[in-house]
Nanobody
Framework: QVQVVESGGGLVQAGGSLNLSCTVSGSTSAAHKTMGWFRQIPGRERRGVSCMHGDGVRTIYADSVKGRFRISRDMIKNTLYLQMSSLHTEDTGMYYC???????????????????WGQGTQVTVSS
């Protein structure tokens, strides 16, 4: 059984920083598996924020976070990270970690492309 657990969310003022972590455990190793971060706000669909290919090199960022967010991973610890800086109020939302890509080509758009999800961690950016 695969478990995906996020941590690191919280309340921060605009312009501040937060670091999210996502650890995968269970029967499937996270090493060399494509993973990503998605954000969801009430009444809206889950949207990709940043994803990292299983090769640990290729990354995708949503236009709104380019230059402010950085995705990284530790293959040994089965952990994915999202460093968020210069946060905007529009970055507010529930952040979900996605694990095990099942789509055709590498992208960071659709939640249907991933098999496993964490419970989410709330990020709130105040003005």
């Amino acid at each position: 059984q695969v478990q995906v657990v996020e941590s690191g969310g919280g309340l921060v003022q605009a312009g501040g920083s937060l670091n999210l972590s996502c650890t995968v455990s269970g029967s499937t190793s996270a090493a060399h598996k494509t993973m990503g971060w998605f954000r969801q706000i009430p009444g809206r669909e889950r949207r990709g924020v940043s994803c990292m290919h299983g090769d640990g090199v290729r990354t995708i960022y949503a236009d709104s976070v380019k230059g402010r967010f950085r995705i990284s991973r530790d293959m040994i610890k089965n952990t994915l990270y999202l460093q968020m800086s210069s946060l905007h109020t529009e970055d507010t939302g529930m952040y979900y970690c996605a694990f095990l890509y099942i789509g055709n080509r590498f992208r960071c758009e659709s939640s249907s492309d991933y098999k496993y999800w964490g419970q989410g961690t709330q990020v709130t950016v105040s003005s």
